[in-house]
């Protein structure tokens, strides 16, 4: 049961009087979040009644941070009101496409409810994962490049030299790698092409990464940086190889009935289960899948909502999820002997195959899960002193490619091979070595992947000046391949936190009670939030971090990739009351961009025909910042928040918080850029307040480390992106579902 802390009703109660705001607090005292609904809101006016105009206390200078008052019971509600307004339309036109009677319809209708998410200016795409100049040792596609699932992160396929590998010689080996995609050869392609002109291959690969795992349970957790080491652990049923083809791993093979609801997976004989040490805990079989999903359910990680009718639609997942059926038997996935898996979904699902490869379909091996305090259904308690499952690199099993042989937190991963390993003759690296960099020191970054202490690096401003300096540029650096990652920034439309849930004395605010609650309401104003977002020149606001050739080559104008899907089919829909058709073949940006231009509210551009060489993206150019645009709606939203009581103007701001890292140069330049382009384009009439984090943890736990929407201690996030977890669309946008279904609506300060 989670305790609510804070909420928007505090916020209001101390700084204003908003009738149709009063009684917000009518759930359940400390409701868990699965157990809390989207329910009508007391308080509303009755018929006849004028409406009150909100009184702002501008006398108020408390700090809102000491200050705070909170409703905790109306949160969830509030949570609920504010969806409603803010997102209502984006959630019509989803469930209007869980309805579609073909994919194409679902597709179409996809598109136009992202453009509802857009037009509803809550977040504000900023870049795609790489695009930035690079320097490797690690050969191009030797690992997976698939857009969706866990399999991108899986290393012991890279092939890794003992040199970085040259730009020149890079080109040539993504050439060959288009031109044999599908055949299989790729691999010892490469290998033969690097040796050949002089490399040395090693077999360790060794990897700098920024944040630690805080759990080891891979069904228990939504976040990267727990399942990006502990994919290093396990095999998936279905894999996606180097050259992006669907291989068998856990499976052998499977079945599809004629109906299309149930999938039947013939499990490989002779894998086993270890632990850390490599000792025998039992033989991998197919009930580890049925206790794999039905822990990944009890766990309630985040990404429960995959498997049920947001998702793949398992039979039975949603009324399990939700308490309705404590039987786990009636849910569609059981072992009907002991290597034969039988997933029963509610409805057919075009893209189940693609999913196989996410965490949310990992195996458990049951008894070591057992021995570890682990329980099922109504006995499970995570909170338990005799629960150990997941609490260190010990607490698992392993039948995956490496086991973890040493963890020491901010410091190391050292992954060794899994002597028992399945398939241990495809690994090409034998050992891997994590090290921990805090982003503090640009110069040891750099000089770490230069002198071989890691195999690669990102470049930053600093270090792009470093290599060009050290003569290193023309040597070794590349452009690196952007993937179907989105970086987004946030408004928090309902905020309920002034300093860092984790630790109150961090990114402490400086407003008052009074600029906290003229920020609040100006946040439910559209056209006060499009003018944020379009007022931001992201341009410059990249080029901090990837420098001015670059800064838009990264950039994205949208959620969910303008090229991610086509249509299969013709189709035609209905946008805005007309009529429009859609050949087969069209992107899916480009019919988002249509439902955009159709309803004429928000002039941004998401989708390009003339980019990428004419085939159309929303990728690599700014569709959003326009200064003139900005200022016209702010000046529309002033002249509405006037009416309520709210006077916006140069000496009477809002005020914005902004956490940023400090403790990095180009982080802090980034902030600064933010802050500079906005209150330009605005007039003064916002203000960005940085608030300083200086380590990468407090600026993580500012809103990335949160789990509930009033646990976000800002007013604008920029630290959150979402990658894809299967093939279809509803991947990116189900995570702004309500009701705590949806991942990343909380950074929005909602659910």
């Not at 290597?339 to 965490?359: G, I, Q």
């Amino acid at each position: 049961m989670i305790k609510f802390q804070k909420s928007l009703a505090g916020v209001l109660a101390g700084a204003m009087v908003v009738s149709s705001m009063a009684g917000c607090g009518n759930t359940a005292e400390n409701p868990a979040p699965e157990q809390t609904t989207g329910q009508e809101t007391t308080g509303t006016e009755e018929p006849g009644n004028e409406t009150e105009v909100p009184v702002l206390d501008l006398s108020d200078t408390r700090l809102a941070a000491e200050a705070f008052e909170v409703d905790v019971e109306g949160w969830s509600d509030a949570s609920s009101e504010y969806y409603d307004k803010v997102l209502g339309d984006f959630y019509d036109y989803y469930q209007q496409a869980q309805e579609a009677s073909s994919i194409s319809e679902r597709y179409a209708l996809m598109a136009v409810a992202e453009a509802k998410l857009m037009e509803s200016a809550v977040m504000f795409p900023t870049e795609s994962r790489g695009g930035n100049y690079s320097i490797s040792r690690v050969a191009p596609y030797s690992g997976s490049t698939q857009l969706w699932g866990n399999d991108e992160d899986r290393q012991h396929y890279f092939i890794v030299a003992t040199e970085p590998i040259a730009p020149a010689d890079r080109d040539e080996m993504k050439a060959k790698w288009a031109e044999l995609r599908g055949t299989g050869e790729y691999t010892q392609w490469a290998k033969d092409f690097l040796t050949e002109k002089g490399y040395t291959l090693k077999d360790e690969y060794i990897y700098a990464y920024t944040s630690d795992p805080t759990n080891w349970d891979c069904l228990g957790t939504s976040r990267q940086a727990d399942t990006r080491p502990i994919v290093q652990t396990y095999d998936s049923l279905y894999e996606y190889d180097n050259e992006n083809n669907l291989q068998p791993a856990l499976a052998t093979d499977y079945s599809v009935s004629a109906d299309g609801l149930t999938y039947t997976f013939t499990i490989r004989e002779g894998v086993t289960w270890v632990d850390s040490q490599g000792r025998k805990v039992a033989d991998v079989k197919a009930d580890d899948f049925v206790a794999g999903m039905q822990h990944m359910m009890d766990a309630m990680g985040g990404l429960e909502y995959l498997v049920g009718s947001d998702g793949c639609n398992i039979k039975n997942a949603d009324a399990y999820i939700n308490g309705e059926t404590t039987d786990f038997s009636e849910v569609g996935v059981k072992a009907v002997d002991d290597y034969t898996l039988e997933y029963t979904l509610e409805a057919p699902c075009s893209f189940f195959m693609t999913m196989l490869s996410y965490s949310v379909f990992a195996p458990m091996s049951r008894d070591f899960y057992t021995s570890k305090g682990g329980k099922f259904g109504e006995d499970f308690d995570a909170e338990a002193e005799t629960y150990l499952y997941g609490k260190t690199q010990d607490d698992i099993a392993y039948c995956g490619p490496f086991l973890v042989k040493n963890w020491t937190k901010e410091n190391t991963i050292v992954f060794v091979e899994n002597p028992t390993y399945w398939n241990r003759e495809a690994n090409n690296v034998h050992k891997l070595t994590w090290l921990f960099n805090d982003g503090t020191d640009p110069a040891k970054t750099y000089n770490n992947a230069i002198s071989g202490v890691t195999d690669a690096v990102g470049l930053t401003n600093e270090m792009v000046e470093m290599a060009k300096s050290d003569g290193n540029f023309d040597k070794y650096v590349y452009v690196a391949l952007t993937d179907a990652t989105s970086f987004m920034g946030f408004l928090n439309v309902n905020r309920s936190n002034f300093a860092n849930a984790a630790d109150n004395t961090v990114a402490v605010s400086t407003q008052t009670m009074a600029d906290a609650a003229r920020t609040h309401l100006a946040m439910q104003n559209v056209h006060f939030r499009r003018a944020i977002l379009t007022g931001i020149d992201r341009g410059t606001y990249e080029a901090q971090v990837v420098g001015e050739d670059l800064k838009y080559n990264a950039m994205r104008n949208c959620y969910t990739p303008g090229t991610f899907v086509s249509l299969p089919e013709d189709v035609t829909i209905d946008i805005a009351g007309t009529s429009l058709s859609f050949s087969a073949g069209t992107y899916y940006g480009e019919i988002m961009q249509a439902a955009i231009d159709a309803d004429g509210e928000f002039k941004i551009t998401v989708w390009d025909p003339k980019a990428n060489g004419g085939v159309g993206s929303s990728d690599g150019y700014d569709g959003w910042y326009d200064k003139a645009y900005a200022a016209s709606e702010l000046e529309t939203a002033i002249s509405e928040l006037a009416a309520q009581g709210l006077e916006i103007s140069t000496d009477a701001p809002i005020v914005l918080d902004l956490p940023y890292f400090a403790g990095n140069p180009s982080y802090t330049n980034r902030a600064n850029a933010l802050k500079k382009s906005l209150e330009d384009s605005l007039g003064g009439k916002v203000v960005v307040n940085l608030v300083a984090c200086e380590t990468s943890q407090d600026w993580y736990n500012s809103g990335y480390y949160t789990d509930y929407g009033y646990e976000m201690n800002c007013d604008i996030y920029d630290v959150s992106g979402w990658g894809p977890d299967y093939g279809d669309p509803q991947t990116y946008l189900a995570t702004f579902l309500p009701d705590y279904s949806g991942y990343m609506v909380k950074c929005t300060g909602m659910f």
